[in-house]
Nanobody
Framework: EVQLQASGGGLVQAGGSLRLSCAASGFTFDDYAIGWFRQAPGKEREGVSCISSSDGSTYYADSVKGRFTISSDNAKNTVYLQMNSLKPGDTAVYYC????????????????WGQGTLVTVSS
């Protein structure tokens, strides 16, 4: 059974940092892409970042480039999202998701989702 467990959210002041973790189980990590998405109140879920475990290629939304870094520890089946220089606009529930193959920008391209972790950035 494919399972994803997101953690690491919390309350932080603007300019601060958080590291989110997505622990995966139930599938061969090397064959999948892991994406981070977020959904703010009243807004649609949007892609934030993604990493393809097969070749390590990464994707970042323009809004987070230069501030967020995605990384993967294949030995631990865990993907991290280091979030620096956080802004109030980053406030959202963050989700990790997985799909077989490489990253795709669409929410609908991902098959399995973890529960969200709330990130709140105060001004």
């Amino acid at each position: 059974e494919v399972q994803l467990q997101a953690s690491g959210g919390g309350l932080v002041q603007a300019g601060g940092s958080l590291r989110l973790s997505c622990a995966a189980s139930g599938f061969t990590f090397d064959d999948y892409a892991i994406g981070w998405f977020r959904q703010a109140p009243g807004k649609e879920r949007e892609g934030v970042s993604c990493i393809s475990s097969s070749d390590g290629s990464t994707y970042y939304a323009d809004s987070v480039k230069g501030r967020f870094t995605i990384s993967s520890d294949n030995a631990k089946n865990t993907v991290y999202l280091q979030m620096n220089s956080l802004k109030p606009g980053d406030t959202a529930v963050y989700y990790c998701a997985t799909r077989r193959g490489n990253c795709r920008p669409s929410v609908n391209a991902f098959d399995y989702w973890g529960q969200g972790t709330l990130v709140t950035v105060s001004s």
